[in-house]
T-cell receptor, first 114, second 114 residues
Framework: AQKVTQAQTEISVVEKEDVTLDCVYE???????LFWYKQPPSGELVFLIRRNSFDEQNEISGRYSWNFQKSTSSFNFTITASQVVDSAVYFCALTTSGTYKYIFGTGTRLKVLA | KAGVTQTPRYLIKTRGQQVTLSCSPI?????VSWYQQTPGQGLQFLFE???????NKGNFPGRFSGRQFSNSRSEMNVSTLELGDSALYLC?????????????FGSGTQLSVL
């Protein structure tokens, strides 16, 4: 069975603080892909990043960074120096080759307070 | 380039009725998938279509059905509505050639069943 767990339901931070959103996944497939999406209040999910199971290199994009660790089945997302515009619900997702189906976690609502 | 368009944006129905939701993908995208989003449940996969063929289906009762037209536009239908069907229904499109493409989401249709 495939599963994505985002244990943090809601996180509140003060602007400029760093925050890490956790994602733990389960799959028996050796080839899989992990994603992070952001859902602002408008409702439209926006793609942030994709990682395949063969690439454990961490990635940094501006204030965003991702830590992929196969040993712990985790794909965590860190926002450095958070801003109010980062307030949104963030989803982690998993898909495996050939299924055309994405398994989403329950999401983490991030509130960045000014 | 226009994004994914879902209509209507809001819908109110009563138990027992049926409803049809529409999704127009990004031009050139041949894959359309549907997700149900409810508080606490995250996004649940309904089905995915590519070139008018359903490639995968989630664990939903037969009351939920969908189809895709030759122009890639898609509709989903829910018959005999139940209170528990109240949710945000999201449509996502992708080029469809690979099973791990990033998805482009619409803003969703908020369905309320009274």
């Amino acid at each position: 069975a495939q599963k994505v767990t985002q244990a943090q339901t809601e996180i509140s931070v003060v602007e400029k603080e760093d925050v890490t959103l956790d994602c733990v996944y389960e799959t028996r497939d050796t080839t899989y892909y992990l994603f992070w999406y952001k859902q602002p209040p408008s409702g439209e999910l926006v793609f942030l990043i994709r990682r395949n199971s063969f690439d454990e290199q961490n990635e940094i994009s501006g204030r965003y960074s991702w830590n992929f660790q196969k040993s712990t089945s985790s794909f965590n997302f860190t926002i450095t120096a958070s801003q109010v515009v980062d307030s949104a619900v963030y989803f982690c997702a998993l898909t495996t080759s050939g299924t055309y189906k994405y398994i989403f976690g329950t999401g983490t609502r991030l509130k960045v307070l000014a | 380039k226009a994004g994914v368009t879902q209509t209507p944006r809001y819908l109110i129905k009563t138990r027992g009725q049926q409803v049809t939701l529409s999704c127009s993908p990004i031009s050139g995208h041949r894959s359309v998938s549907w997700y149900q989003q409810t508080p606490g449940q995250g996004l649940q996969f309904l089905f995915e279509y590519f070139s008018e063929t359903q490639r995968n289906k989630g664990n939903f009762p037969g009351r939920f059905s969908g189809r895709q037209f030759s122009n890639s536009r898609s509709e989903m239908n829910v018959s005999t509505l139940e209170l528990g069907d109240s949710a945000l229904y999201l449509c996502a499109s992708s080029l469809g050639g690979l099973p791990y493409e990033k998805l482009f989401f619409g803003s969703g249709t908020q369905l309320s069943v009274l």
